[in-house]
């Protein structure tokens, strides 16, 4: 099953502890490694905040490691590690097919687009191929 493809992605990238950012801004990398629980238990505000940041991939193109709190602005110039986007990633696609919501897997299709991801890497190619299978698991096998 889809799904639980993804979601064996997902437990098993372990994610580095060594999450740096200043008190009383938003930390992406912290949500990212936090997240899994509450997309699972259907949390309404993790869900506002993983649309914010489809937002920054979208429309910005890049997705930084802290933002104000309410994530209008970007706090610093350090992009969030690629550790962490291949599991936002991957979230992104848990998301989906959960929610059965197409931007989820428009986003995640960017982030595998980025240039700072490496081509070959083993983790990049899973997402792909787990992106292409649920594109079409959403679809229903029609051409979208």
């Not at 801004?25 to 869900?47: G, L, P, Q, Y």
């Not at 930084?64 to 936002?88: E, I």
Request: aromatic share 10%; with cysteine.
């Amino acid at each position: 099953m889809l799904v639980k493809d993804i979601e064996r992605f997902i437990l098993g990238n372990d994610l580095p502890c060594d999450i740096d950012a200043p008190k009383g801004v938003f930390s992406t990398e912290r949500f990212i490694a936090n997240a899994f629980d509450k997309i699972v238990e259907a949390d309404k505000e993790t869900f506002g905040v993983l649309d914010r940041l489809c937002k920054k991939v979208d429309v910005v193109g890049v997705l930084y490691a802290c933002y104000s709190q309410d994530l209008s602005t970007a706090v610093g110039a350090k992009r969030a590690r690629l550790t962490f986007l291949t599991h936002l990633c991957a979230l992104y696609l848990y998301s989906a097919s959960v929610w059965n919501d197409f931007k989820f897997i428009n986003t995640a299709l960017k982030i595998l687009d980025y240039d700072s991801l490496l081509n070959d890497d083993k983790d990049v190619v899973c997402l792909r191929d787990l992106s292409t299978r649920l594109a079409g698991e959403i679809c229903g096998g029609v051409q979208c």
